[in-house]
């Protein structure tokens, strides 16, 4: 092999290893959204039942619950 291939096979190898990290990175960016997203749906339903149990407790006091 000559310089000149063995250049472009150097090339071609360096460009599919940071193809390679690209879609790792997307992979772990993409993961990163899901679980944010995910946390977030359980922070509004903690939130919500957290609202309904204070609702409920005022309706309780004023016996406005019967």
Avoid: Y
Wanted: proline share 0%; net charge neutral; charged share 20%.
């Amino acid at each position: 092999m000559d310089q000149s291939q063995n250049l472009s096979h150097q090339a071609g190898q360096a460009m599919g290893q940071a193809k390679e990290k690209a879609g790792n990175m997307m992979d772990s960016a993409s993961n990163a959204a899901q679980s944010a997203k995910e946390s977030c749906q359980e922070t509004g339903q903690q939130m919500q039942a957290k609202a309904q149990g204070a609702a409920d407790a005022a309706k309780n006091s004023v016996g406005a619950n019967k």
